[in-house]
């Protein structure tokens, strides 16, 4: 089964532009979460009180669609591999920092050794990846 991004750059392809491409991803996305829903009798009653979301909350959705973009961008030019250990390896490093100070209302969990060694250690990853 190919992966999203595979699907996504195949997609940039045939088209010849990644927006576009990252676009048409996330109108089926959104067509199939509204079939979802339908199907699932799900209640969409919650959808007036997302007004009143912190400014903080409709952030996601912009960085979704930068992530999609680039990631469909970067994958002809890096490959699958490079460009996802570098996703992951950014995100790591993101998922310490709002850890370490509790961003987002997330319980605080320090910088320990322990957790800077791993983040090392996805680094060293990356750039086994991008040597070989």
């Known amino acids: 089964m190919p992966t999203q991004a595979a699907v996504n750059n195949r997609m ?3 088209i010849g532009n990644p927006i576009l491409a990252a676009l048409i991803s996330f109108l089926i996305g959104t067509l199939s ?3 979802y829903i339908f199907a699932t009798g799900t209640s969409i009653s919650g959808l007036s009180l997302a007004r009143t979301a912190p400014p903080v909350a409709w ?3 912009l960085i979704g669609a930068f992530f999609v973009a ?4 970067l994958v002809p030019k890096l490959g699958v591999a490079m460009t996802f ?9 993101v998922t310490l920092i709002i850890d370490h100070f509790g961003i987002l ?3 605080v969990r ?7 060694i791993g983040m090392l250690m996805i680094i060293a990853g990356v750039v086994l990846i991008r040597r070989f």
């Open 59 to 61: 952030i996601g959705g």
């Open 33 to 35: 979460l509204l079939i």
């Open 70 to 73: 680039s990631t469909v961008a």
């Open 105 to 107: 209302g997330v319980p």
């Open 110 to 116: 320090e910088v320990s050794i322990p957790r800077i």
């Open 85 to 93: 250990s570098l996703v992951i390896a950014g995100q790591m490093i």
């Open 12 to 14: 940039a392809l045939t």
